[in-house]
């Protein structure tokens, strides 16, 4: 008899954060803040791909990152090594390669990102249970061949605190990417979109952007969570994001 063998324990905590639409959704409106200050994300303008559709790049990583997280291991590492391919492809197509610290910092926001998006819209996590976050993305580093990636999870803490208070730069790509966010959500979805980061980022991250300082959204969040308690979350969840999207925000959910 084959034992399954997957990439991430069918009980993991990691399961439970990226199985949830809200939770995966939450994750990459607080990365997509701070991906914008990131010193590499020129590389995604190199291939125009980020501007001209930034919603579908969001939908695109979270497929990648799934298909990862709910696989058996061979098929997990396939993926990670289809993303690495695709890297190579535009280092080579622009003549330069993308460093280890422009992947570490992706990684390292991912980490932090599931971590708060779960302990705002559900409950505190323990320090097992954030290792256990910190492990899966480790993991797939390794499997990248990264260097310089932290041994455990309160390195990485410190690394993460060292990035955050040196690494982030407000350029002209942060700037024209914000004005693509708002373009492609329009006015009222941009609105929420800035205060869920508001409420989801780092202090260096808000104070590079315009995120503004009032936490309006907090009421509406409470109503959203009791929508959640009676499975009314879909139609807010509709709202808040543009109607071509709909088939993808339903495939979201898997727990």
């Not at 696989?71 to 993926?79: I, K, N, T």
């Amino acid at each position: 008899m084959i034992t399954e063998t997957w990439f991430v324990n069918k009980n993991s905590i990691v399961r439970k954060i990226w199985g949830n639409a809200d939770t995966a959704l939450f994750i990459f409106a607080g990365a997509a803040a701070e991906f914008a200050l990131n010193k590499a994300v020129d590389w995604l303008y190199f291939t125009g791909r980020l501007p001209a559709d930034p919603l579908g790049r969001l939908f695109s990583t979270v497929a990648y990152a799934r298909q990862i997280i709910f696989s058996e291991e061979a098929a997990a590492l396939s993926a990670i090594d289809k993303i690495t391919a695709i890297h190579k492809g535009v280092e080579e197509n622009r003549g330069a390669k993308i460093p280890d610290w422009a992947y570490r910092d992706v990684l390292f926001l991912l980490i932090d990102y599931s971590i708060r998006s779960f302990e705002l819209l559900e409950r505190k996590l323990i320090e097992a249970e954030k290792a256990e976050v910190f492990d899966v993305f480790y993991r797939v580093g390794c499997r990248m061949h990264l260097a310089g990636l932290p041994a455990g999870f309160g390195e990485w803490q410190e690394m993460r605190k060292t990035h955050l208070e040196t690494d982030l730069v407000k350029s002209r790509c942060t700037i024209d990417l914000y004005k693509q966010y708002k373009k492609h959500l329009g006015l009222v979805r941009y609105v929420i979109l800035k205060q869920i980061q508001l409420m989801l980022a780092p202090g260096a991250v808000r104070n590079l952007l315009p995120l503004g300082n009032i936490r309006w959204i907090n009421p509406f969040l409470k109503i959203y969570k009791l929508f959640r308690i009676i499975k009314l979350e879909g139609f807010l969840k509709s709202a808040l994001l543009p109607s071509a999207y709909k088939t993808q925000i339903k495939e979201l959910s898997i727990s």
